[in-house]
């Protein structure tokens, strides 16, 4: 008797586990999991672009800064080692146009916005790597070891996608493919009357129509009454 029992437990547990799993495979559809790789193409995209925009404005920030740390260090010798060779007036000059100098590439950096575009790009190349390897590691579990909801972790990944999206610098509409573009849908052209169409060459004809006058032009040609 108590083996049965035991039995019928037995069974119903492994119900219920079978239940339990066939429940889980339902929260996953095989619409989001092709979403999700889309997007997991598209991060993958986004952090080498934006990776190689941090290396960009890095050199270009290395342009600037070092001539602006050689410039202020010469400018610094400059006022105190010349006093005893060059008079004062001169090393006032030297030191105002040196000045003049990490002040100018100085403004350029600021108003070009270098140091903030290379942080943005850091920062964004950083977020899609992020999400990439989320996307992968949850889309590497199978179905019924998976803990969240299709709809939630899609919905979840997406708003995190487009945040590293507006964080980052702008992107050209044209210079990376879109793997989540919706497919373009060409609508059928709607049919055209047989007399529709006949009054449209009728009137096509008599446009093309033309006859020479006296003066030389061409005039319609118009049939008489």
């Not at 339902?26 to 925009?53: C, G, P, V």
């Not at 008079?87 to 590439?105: E, R, W």
Request: charged share 25%; net charge neutral.
């Amino acid at each position: 008797m108590l083996e049965k029992i035991f039995w019928y437990i037995k069974m119903e547990s492994q119900l219920f586990s079978i239940t339990a799993r066939g429940k889980e495979r339902e929260k996953w559809t095989d619409e989001e999991e092709e979403f999700l790789k889309k997007m997991e193409r598209q991060s993958d995209i986004y952090y080498n672009h934006h990776t190689a925009d941090f290396k960009y404005y890095h050199q270009l920030a290395s342009k600037f800064n070092i001539p602006i740390l050689l410039v202020s260090s010469i400018n610094a010798l400059t006022a105190v080692a010349l006093n005893e060779f060059v008079p004062q007036k001169y090393v006032s000059i030297i030191n105002a146009v040196l000045s003049a100098g990490t002040g100018v590439l100085g403004s350029i950096q600021l108003y070009m916005k270098i140091n903030e575009k290379m942080t943005n790009a850091l920062r964004s190349s950083i977020a899609f790597k992020r999400l990439g390897l989320k996307i992968s590691k949850e889309m590497t579990l199978a179905r019924g070891d998976r803990v969240t909801e299709g709809q939630a972790f899609m919905g979840e990944c997406f708003a995190e996608l487009n945040t590293a999206i507006e964080q980052g610098n702008p992107i050209e509409r044209s210079k990376l493919p879109n793997f989540m573009a919706l497919p373009r849908i060409d609508l059928p052209t709607p049919p055209v009357s047989p007399m529709l169409r006949s009054v449209a060459d009728s009137l096509l004809n008599l446009a093309r129509a033309r006859v020479p006058n006296g003066s030389g032009s061409d005039t319609p040609e118009v049939s008489e009454p």
